[in-house]
Structure formats: structure tokens, C-alpha cells
Antibody, heavy 117, light 103 residues
Framework: EVQLVQSGAEVKKPGESLTISCRVS????????IAWVRQRPGKGLEWMGI????????QYRPSFQGHVTISADKSTSTAYLQWSSLRASDTAMYYC??????????WGQGTLVTVSS | DIQMTQSPSSLSASVGDRVTITCRAS??????LNWYQQKPGKAPKLLVY???TLQGGVPSRFRGSGSGTDFTLTISSLQPEDFATYYC?????FGGGTKVEMK
């Protein structure tokens, strides 16, 4: 069974750094892109970027480029989403998901990030 | 960037109703269109991919159709567990969502 298990909720202050994780099991982690999707409170889904674990090739949506870093560790089948300096506007639920051809067919349970002074 | 426009943004329906949600792409995308269902506090779930292929385990009352720029998700007979928000997606763009509420 394909599973994506994300790290737990985080409460941070503006300016702090943060890394959240997505551990994958049930398939060969290296063979599929992993996507990160943001959902702000009460809002819709936003595609942030994707990573191909085999070679860590990464593609970001322009609105997220430079503010977040997506990485992956093949040895632990884990993908990461990292911020070096959080903003209040980063408060959201973040999902990782497996990308098949064009569709996101398996999702993590989500990680809630709250940024507040 | 291809923009995805969903309509309506919300609708009220009763159990047993036929429900139709539309998604329009700003340029032609062939059949590269996927549909997701999201219930409150839960991750989205893939329902339909490649415009009309049902994901495994999804009930047959869900049907996706369309190609080019205009797509439709139809629920033939709405069930209590179908009250949720539905999103279309093409590549890295999601539609704004359609919330299906109980009338």
C-alpha cells in the first residue's frame, strides 16, 4: 500500500526556519515525482513545486521560487519542504503527494504550519 | 500559465440529485484534466484522471467528461458522503474549487 506520512503540526514565529517532511512507503520512492501543495485556511489548493528523487531535479511555481526549498533523501524515502525565514502568510496546511503521469494519486495527511508572533 | 476556472463555486443539492461541476481551461489541454474530492480536515482524494478515467475504488456514480478546454464532473445520484469540495487540476494549476453543500 502506497503511504505518504507527513511530520506533525508546527507553530513558529515570523523569521524562524522550518523543515517539514514526507516519508514514503509502498513503492519505489525514486521513480515518481513528489509534489508539495499549499492550502491556506479556507482557501483552495496551490501547487508549490515538485521534485524527482532520483536526481533531485526540482521545479517551483514562480510564486514560491526563492522562498521555499524542496529536497529529497533517497536513503530514507523522504521528501522535505524547507523555509529559511517564515512569514505570517505561510500559515497553511501543506500536503505532499505522489505525481503519476499528470495526476496526484496518493496524498499525505497534511502538515499544519502556523506562523504567529 | 494555463488558468483553470471552475463553476459554480458552490451549490446546494439533495441526496439523489444529479450534480454537474464544470472546469474550463484558458487554452486547450486535450484530456489532461484531473478531479479531486476534499472533505473538511482531510487531504484531497483523486477521483478522475485524464478527464474521464475513474481512479480505482471510486464509485461509478462519478463521471468525468470533456476535452480541449471544457470539462465536466457529474455525480449521477448524490450520496451523503459526496458533500465535499471538488477541484479540477491541470499540470500545476488547480481550479478554485466547488463546494457541494446539503440543501
Amino acid at each position: 500500500e502506497v503511504q505518504l506520512v507527513q511530520s506533525g503540526a508546527e507553530v513558529k514565529k515570523p523569521g524562524e526556519s522550518l523543515t517539514i517532511s514526507c516519508r514514503v512507503s509502498g513503492y519505489n520512492f525514486a521513480t515518481n515525482w513528489i509534489a508539495w501543495v499549499r492550502q491556506r485556511p479556507g482557501k483552495g489548493l496551490e501547487w508549490m513545486g515538485i521534485i524527482f528523487p532520483t536526481d533531485s531535479d526540482t521545479q517551483y511555481r514562480p510564486s514560491f521560487q526563492g522562498h521555499v526549498t524542496i529536497s529529497a533523501d533517497k536513503s530514507t524515502s523522504t521528501a522535505y519542504l524547507q523555509w529559511s525565514s517564515l512569514r505570517a502568510s505561510d500559515t497553511a496546511m501543506y500536503y505532499c503527494a505522489r505525481l503519476q503521469l499528470d495526476e496526484l494519486d496518493s496524498w499525505g495527511q497534511g502538515t499544519l504550519v502556523t506562523v504567529s508572533s | 500559465d494555463i488558468q483553470m476556472t471552475q463553476s459554480p463555486s458552490s451549490l446546494s443539492a439533495s441526496v439523489g440529485d444529479r450534480v454537474t461541476i464544470t472546469c474550463r481551461a484558458s487554452q486547450t489541454i486535450s484530456t489532461s484534466l484531473n478531479w479531486y474530492q476534499q472533505k473538511p480536515g482531510k487531504a484531497p482524494k483523486l477521483l478522475v484522471y485524464a478527464a474521464s478515467t475513474l481512479q480505482g475504488g471510486v464509485p461509478s456514480r462519478f463521471r468525468g467528461s470533456g476535452s480541449g478546454t471544457d470539462f465536466t464532473l457529474t455525480i449521477s445520484s448524490l450520496q451523503p458522503e459526496d458533500f465535499a469540495t471538488y477541484y479540477c487540476q491541470q499540470s500545476y494549476s488547480f481550479g478554485g474549487g466547488t463546494k457541494v453543500e446539503m440543501k
